[in-house]
C-alpha cells in the first residue's frame, strides 16, 4: 500500500525555466510534508517541509504548495538550475498517531543546460 | 555534513550471513529511523526508535531487527541474509517524533553475494 506516491519516475527541464514536481498522498492522517533531494552516493538532504495549516511555502528558488482537499502536494524550482538535478523525493507524516515518515519512490530531475 | 554518522560505508558478504549495520545520531537528536533503499527504489521505512524505545515499525522482515542504545546511537541487525537484502541502508534522525526534518547519514550499502 503506497500511501505517498509521485507518479512520475523522471522529468527533464530547461535551464532557467520552472521545474514542477508532483505528490500525491492516500492517509488523511498526514500533516506535516517534505522534500528531500538525493544526489548519488548521498544521503538525502531536506529541502523544504508544509505543515497542514499552510497550502504554500517558500524558501528561495524552491516553494511547495499543499492542496489538502485533493491530497496533493508539489515543488516549484523556479529558476531550474543543472545543480539541481538529482533524484527528489517527498515525505509525509503524521502528528496525530502515525509516527514515521513515509516517502514516494522519487522523481529524477535532470535540468538541461 | 548531516552529522548522522554510519558504519560501515560499504559491506560485502554472502548469503545466509548476519551482519550489523550501525548509526551515530546528530547530537541531541532522540528520534532514529532506518530506511531502505534498492535499486534506485524509493525510501521503505523499517524501523523507528524514540529515546531507547521502538515507536513505529514498517515493512521489516523478521530477519531484521534493530535496537537504539542509551547513548542513542542505533543498530540494525540483518541475519540470515539473502540476495535480495542488498541494497542501501540510511539512518536518519531527528529530535521530535514525527515533526521537523530527518536528517540523514550517507547510508551503509549492502551487497550479499
Known amino acids: 500500500d503506497q500511501q505517498v506516491k509521485q507518479n512520475s519516475p523522471s522529468l527533464s527541464v530547461q535551464e532557467g525555466r520552472i521545474s514542477i514536481l508532483n505528490c500525491d498522498y492516500t492517509n488523511s492522517m498526514f500533516d506535516y510534508f517534505l522534500w528531500y533531494k538525493k544526489y548519488p552516493a548521498e544521503g538525502p538532504t531536506f529541502l523544504i517541509s508544509i505543515s497542514s495549516i499552510k497550502d504554500k511555502n517558500e524558501d528561495g528558488r524552491f516553494t511547495v504548495f499543499l492542496n489538502k482537499s485533493a491530497k496533493h502536494l508539489s515543488l516549484h524550482i523556479v529558476p531550474s538550475q543543472p545543480g539541481d538535478s538529482a533524484v527528489y523525493f517527498c515525505a509525509a507524516s503524521g502528528i496525530s498517531g502515525t509516527y514515521k515518515y513515509i516517502f514516494g519512490t522519487g522523481t529524477r530531475l535532470k535540468v538541461l543546460a | 555534513d548531516s552529522g548522522v554518522t554510519q558504519t560501515p560505508k560499504h559491506l560485502i558478504t554472502a548469503t545466509g550471513q548476519r551482519v550489523t549495520l550501525r548509526c551515530s545520531p546528530r547530537s541531541g537528536d532522540l528520534s532514529v529511523y532506518w530506511y531502505q533503499q534498492s535499486l534506485d527504489q524509493g525510501l521503505q521505512f523499517l524501523i523507528q526508535?524514540?529515546?531507547?524505545?521502538?515507536?513505529a515499525k514498517g515493512n521489516i522482515l523478521e530477519r531484521f531487527s534493530a535496537q537504539q542504545f542509551p547513548d542513542l546511537h542505533s543498530e540494525l541487525n540483518l541475519s540470515s541474509l539473502e540476495l535480495g537484502d542488498s541494497a542501501l541502508y540510511f539512518c536518519?534522525?531527528?529530535?521530535?517524533?514525527?515533526?521537523?526534518?530527518?536528517?540523514f547519514g550517507e547510508g551503509s550499502r549492502l551487497t550479499v553475494l
Open positions: 526508535y524514540y529515546n531507547g524505545e521502538e515507536r
Open positions: 536518519a534522525s531527528s529530535v521530535a517524533i514525527n515533526t521537523g526534518e530527518l536528517f
